[in-house]
């Protein structure tokens, strides 16, 4: 209960910002109702005209014409008022699909590595879709069912308070048994929105190993799994249709109950004389009317619960505090514009994941201007956290990281990452052509550049081979190249970039000794004129530094040039007889 409160609380804060629009559907609702009763009156005499008077069609025409005026009215009332409501509900999903993808934003990306990213879509796509009729349809039924029958009573009232008793006794009726059942129906909802994420993180995962699973021959067991699972989702659907189908069976029978006893309270009191024809027939053809935006409001619960499910999961998603983001602070006038190789201070940098998980400890060394500093260790280390450090993905719990002597926290954030070149183990490529993929780093380039950057990296030699050179597409995850041609596309990036800093983590660490003997002469361009910082996995790279850095459990055991951390035998050359012997 306490978290169906809060949901309620969060779907009713989102809705101050479209209060406007929902106003006018209501606005335009009640008008149009108003209207229906003007028809019902004229209906009532013309009917009591041409029966007990035999009034000819001309006598008529009048009240036909105008009856046909005031349905043109409701028709466009109608037009404008689910016109406003749908906006109100497009606005919500799009300000709310914003909200979280910022949301996700400053959480960062480490976060968003610990996600499941099936039950992330499945939240951002389906989820904030649902939220559309809950705004569109069922929060404006939820007033018109107050508001339009209070105005048909009114209406009826001085004309048959018999009728319009009968109305406001039976009415609470309705919305009595909605919330008998409305337990039944959340519950419902709330497992199928569970089955609906589960389903959509199995599905997102078993695309995303289809290769692993062809190759285990897993591919008809996964099969046969996401059937079980599909068929779950199906069983919870059907839970939540028969729920919504009682529902409406329920209020059918006591509007229909209700309308009934006004049909035979009138016809009684006709019989007897106690009322006449036009005020009788005034309120039994609004009778009908009085109970039909509580039938519809009935019909759409299913909005509401769809909503609620879906409002519990974004509330904790937006919730969680970003830990991990740097603040950013108002820059100095030159944060982030100054170009060339940048001096690194790192002074007791501390970041712990979490117990067992990793990090650095009391990290500090100077990095000079265009110095290219190598850090070696075992995985688990904290060379990829450094990094993330570096770039802004985490910010240190103790200690400070200087960039030309100013704090990396006073820089601004989004300045500073264009400062950056960062090249990954596993480089993402997009979807499109390998042109477009390489000028993501620099999007006004030239031929002539994009020509030089391949020929430094040994991206020339893929370009030649590939059927339509620059303009090669390739699929998503770069589909249609080698691990290695991969990574030449990473460095062919970073190289374009011409940036100050250049980050680059274990790049070769998924590739065979060629591949990766290949990819070490390509970086040698990026080397020039950059400062470089490079977590490597392979020792080849570190032989080559001006500066090596030996990490173990986030602390540095040994540092000093690649030839006097040889000749001391200690944990360098260790490492490197341990990967001689491999």
């Known amino acids: 209960?306490?978290?169906?409160?809060?949901?309620?609380?969060?779907?009713?804060?989102?809705?101050?910002?479209?209060?406007?629009r929902l106003r006018v559907a209501l606005a335009a609702a009640a008008t149009g109702t108003v209207l229906l009763c003007m028809q019902a009156a004229l209906l009532a005499w013309a009917l009591q005209q041409g029966i007990f008077y035999q009034a000819g069609v001309r006598d008529l025409v009048p009240a036909l014409a105008a009856y046909l005026l005031l349905?043109?009215?409701?028709?466009?009332?109608?037009?404008?008022?689910?016109?406003?409501?749908?906006?109100?509900?497009?606005?919500?999903?799009?300000?709310?699909?914003?909200?979280?993808?910022?949301?996700?934003?400053?959480?960062?990306?480490?976060?968003?590595t610990r996600q499941s990213g099936g039950v992330r879509i499945t939240q951002v796509v389906d989820g904030i879709d649902a939220l559309a009729p809950y705004y569109a349809r069922y929060l404006p039924q939820k007033v018109a069912a107050v508001l339009l029958p209070l105005v048909i009573v009114a209406a009826v009232f001085p004309f048959d308070w018999v009728s319009a008793t009968v109305m406001l006794v039976s009415a609470p009726l309705v919305p009595l048994f909605m919330v008998l059942l409305g337990d039944g129906a959340e519950r419902a909802s709330q497992r199928r929105w569970l089955s609906l994420t589960r389903l959509g993180e199995q599905f997102f995962d078993s695309l995303r190993g289809l290769v692993t699973l062809r190759l285990f021959g897993a591919g008809q067991a996964r099969r046969r799994h996401l059937a079980q699972v599909s068929d779950a989702y199906r069983r919870e659907t059907m839970a939540v249709l028969r729920m919504?189908?009682?529902?409406?069976?329920?209020?059918?029978?006591?509007?229909?109950?209700?309308?009934?006893v006004v049909a035979v309270l009138v016809g009684f009191r006709?019989?007897?004389?106690?009322?006449?024809?036009?005020?009788?027939m005034y309120a039994l053809l609004l009778a009908p009317e009085f109970f039909l935006p509580l039938r519809a409001l009935g019909a759409m619960r299913h909005a509401r619960m769809d909503a609620l499910s879906v409002a519990a999961d974004l509330d904790s998603l937006l919730s969680q505090a970003p830990e991990h983001s740097v603040q950013v602070a108002r820059p100095h006038p030159e944060a982030g514009t100054a170009h060339g190789a940048v001096a690194l201070e790192l002074k007791g940098v501390r970041y712990r994941h979490g117990v067992d998980r990793g990090g650095v400890l009391d990290f500090s060394l100077s990095v000079p201007a265009g110095a290219h500093v190598v850090l070696v260790g075992a995985s688990g280390s904290g060379k990829s956290t450094l990094l993330q450090l570096l770039i802004g993905f985490l910010a240190p719990q103790a200690g400070s990281i200087q960039v030309d002597g100013k704090d990396l926290s006073a820089l601004d954030t989004a300045s500073w990452r264009r400062r950056l070149a960062w090249v990954p183990q596993r480089p993402y490529l997009f979807a499109g052509t390998l042109r477009d993929n390489v000028l993501l780093a620099h999007p006004q380039a030239d031929d002539a550049k994009l020509e030089r950057v391949a020929t430094q990296?040994?991206?020339?030699?893929?370009?030649?081979?590939?059927?339509?050179?620059?303009?090669?597409?390739?699929?998503?995850?770069?589909?249609?190249?080698?691990?290695?041609?991969?990574?030449?596309?990473?460095?062919a990036r970073a190289l374009l970039r011409d940036a100050s800093l250049v980050l680059l983590d274990e790049p070769t660490q998924q590739l065979d000794a060629g591949s990766a003997a290949t990819i070490h002469s390509g970086m040698a361009a990026l080397r020039r004129d950059r400062t470089v910082i490079e977590a490597a996995h392979r020792l080849a790279s570190a032989r080559q530094a001006d500066f090596v850095v030996v990490m173990d459990r986030g602390l540095i055991v040994e540092s000093g040039t690649p030839d006097a951390l040889m000749r001391a035998g200690g944990a360098f050359q260790h490492l490197l007889a341990a990967e001689a012997a491999a």
């Open 270 to 280: 006709l019989l007897w004389g106690d009322l006449d024809f036009v005020r009788g």
């Open 244 to 260: 919504a189908f009682l529902s409406s069976l329920v209020l059918e029978f006591f509007a229909t109950v209700s309308i009934a």
């Open 1 to 20: 209960m306490a978290q169906t409160n809060q949901a309620q609380a969060w779907l009713d804060t989102a809705a101050s910002s479209v209060r406007c």
């Open 71 to 112: 349905a043109g009215l409701r028709f466009l009332l109608a037009v404008r008022g689910r016109r406003a409501s749908f906006e109100a509900g497009q606005e919500i999903v799009a300000t709310t699909r914003t909200r979280i993808l910022d949301h996700m934003r400053r959480l960062g990306p480490i976060w968003l």
């Open 457 to 491: 990296v040994g991206l020339d030699t893929v370009l030649r081979a590939l059927p339509d050179g620059w303009y090669t597409r390739l699929g998503e995850y770069g589909h249609g190249l080698s691990g290695g041609q991969a990574q030449r596309v990473a460095l």
